[in-house]
T-cell receptor, first 114, second 113 residues
Framework: AQSVTQLDSQVPVFEEAPVELRCNYS??????LFWYVQYPNQGLQLLLK??????LVKGINGFEAEFNKSQTSFHLRKPSVHISDTAEYFC????????????FGTGTRLTIIP | SAVISQKPSRDICQRGTSLTIQCQVD?????MFWYRQQPGQSLTLIAT?????????ESGFVIDKFPISRPNLTFSTLTVSNMSPEDSSIYLC??????????FGSGTRLTVV
């Protein structure tokens, strides 16, 4: 079975500074990888996903992530954060072969400091 | 991507009662999923709901407690039965569209008193 690890439960960052949110996965088969954002009292919104092809994936709101198969990682980055980026970020993994559910990491709370 | 309307958005219920949560998708989707998000926690999959067959439940979740219906390709319901305060959570439905486009409803915030 697949699993996802988000090592940082909370990340405080000053406004306009860069940020990296870490995500590592474990799976015995090929995976599809996702980052979701959850703003307070809202549902989940897809930031970006990796299915195949280029390992650098660009998403919405200036975020990007890089798939690293050898390190089994899919870290999320943004070069300059804004107050509005304050939210909970979830990394998720899915595999094919008929088992298409998403397995989520424990989440990282990103807090932007003015 | 598909758009999901989920209701109710929140409810406060008495212990021992049941609540049914509805999700309506604006397009036909093969797979729908129900998740629970306990306070301050991540999302845990309750079950996968496919049209025309019984839902597939994850370990720790049973049909008697969380019965699911999937009458067609655009609609599903989750019932939380015989509720206790431990069932207080956010419940989210999700649909898998084309190209692994998973979308989520806005969630149902349930408080059991």
């Amino acid at each position: 079975a697949q699993s996802v690890t988000q090592l940082d439960s909370q990340v405080p960052v000053f406004e306009e500074a860069p940020v990296e949110l870490r995500c590592n996965y474990s799976s015995s088969v090929s995976v599809y990888l996702f980052w979701y954002v959850q703003y307070p009292n809202q549902g989940l919104q897809l930031l970006l996903k990796y299915l195949s092809g280029s390992t650098l994936v660009k998403g919405i709101n200036g975020f990007e992530a890089e798939f690293n198969k050898s390190q089994t990682s899919f870290h999320l980055r943004k070069p300059s954060v804004h107050i509005s980026d304050t939210a909970e970020y979830f990394c998720a993994v899915s595999v094919d072969f008929g088992n298409e559910k998403l397995t989520f990491g424990t989440g990282t709370r990103l807090t932007i400091i003015p | 991507s598909a758009v999901i309307s989920q209701k109710p958005s929140r409810d406060i219920c008495q212990r021992g009662t049941s609540l049914t949560i509805q999700c309506q998708v604006d397009s036909q989707v093969t797979m729908m999923f129900w998740y629970r998000q306990q306070p301050g926690q991540s999302l845990t999959l309750i079950a996968t709901a496919n049209q025309g067959s019984e839902a597939t439940y994850e370990s720790g979740f049973v049909i008697d407690k969380f019965p699911i219906s999937r009458p067609n390709l655009t609609f599903s319901t989750l019932t939380v039965s015989n509720m206790s305060p431990e069932d207080s959570s956010i419940y989210l439905c999700s649909a898998r569209g084309g190209n692994y486009g998973y979308t989520f409803g806005s969630g149902t915030r349930l408080t059991v008193v």
